[in-house]
């Protein structure tokens, strides 16, 4: 069936360096892929998302980028801090006759290191 | 600005007690959501619904049934507990009216179920 992959599962680096957090979706439907953002004991919050008509878009310190050939996407996250410490999720659209189900990647915990 | 309202936060369940999981949003959204979280398997899709009136399954939804009361509300019901649906619930909902219209999903707080 239509799903998101997304990789690693956990990720640990240290203050200052970058985290790259990878996805593939497999419906060629898709147009849209967000990132959601989850702390602990919280609901996920979006950070930054993409439509299938640019390559790539930043915001500050977050950037997210699209190969729709390969069909797949990647978070990344430069000059890492502990606050940036979390679960990620990437989502993908996939389209029915009824309507649009976002679906989620398996998530990533992201740790970062003193 | 409450947003995305789920009751209750935490659940004690026995098995083969019922209850309904309450969700409301107040952002007058036409798409709502229900997904379960568990560890290593990220948020699974229960059940969501496009519009007033219409529900559709996701990727889990046996053992679960919803209704969308209104435009507003959004419930999910366990018939019959079992300790397999020991999982936190998040309702979600968003914007979109069109199937290609894709906007932010805004989640709830999350509702922590254990059934015993």
């Known amino acids: 069936g239509e799903n998101v992959e997304q990789h690693p599962s956990t990720l640990s680096v240290q203050e200052g360096d970058s985290a790259v957090i990878k996805c593939t979706y497999s419906d060629s439907a898709s147009n849209y892929f967000p990132w959601y953002k989850q702390e602990l004991g919280k609901g996920p919050q979006l950070i930054i998302d993409i439509r299938s008509n640019v390559g790539e878009k930043k915001d500050q310190r977050i950037a997210v980028t699209l190969n729709k050939t390969a069909k797949h996407f990647s978070l990344h996250i430069t000059e890492t801090q502990p606050e940036d410490s979390a679960v990620y999720f990437c989502a993908a659209p996939i389209l029915t006759g009824g309507g649009n189900k976002l679906t989620f990647g398996t998530g990533t915990q992201l740790k970062v290191e003193l | 600005n409450a947003g995305v309202t789920q009751t209750p936060k935490f659940q004690v369940l026995k098995t083969g007690q019922s209850m309904t999981l309450q969700c409301a949003q107040d952002?007058?959204?036409?798409?709502m959501y229900w997904y379960r979280q568990d560890p290593g398997m990220g948020l699974r899709l229960i059940y969501y619904s496009a519009s007033e009136g219409t529900t559709d399954k996701g990727e889990v939804p046996n053992g679960y049934n919803v209704s969308r009361l209104n435009k507003r509300e959004f419930s999910l019901r366990l018939e019959s507990a079992a300790p397999s649906q020991t999982s936190v619930y998040f309702c979600?909902?968003?914007?979109?009216?069109?199937?290609?219209?894709?906007?932010?999903?805004?989640f709830g707080q999350g509702t922590r179920l254990t059934v015993v």
């Open positions: 979600a909902s968003r914007a979109e009216r069109f199937r290609t219209a894709n906007t932010e999903a805004f």
């Open positions: 952002m007058n959204h036409n798409s």
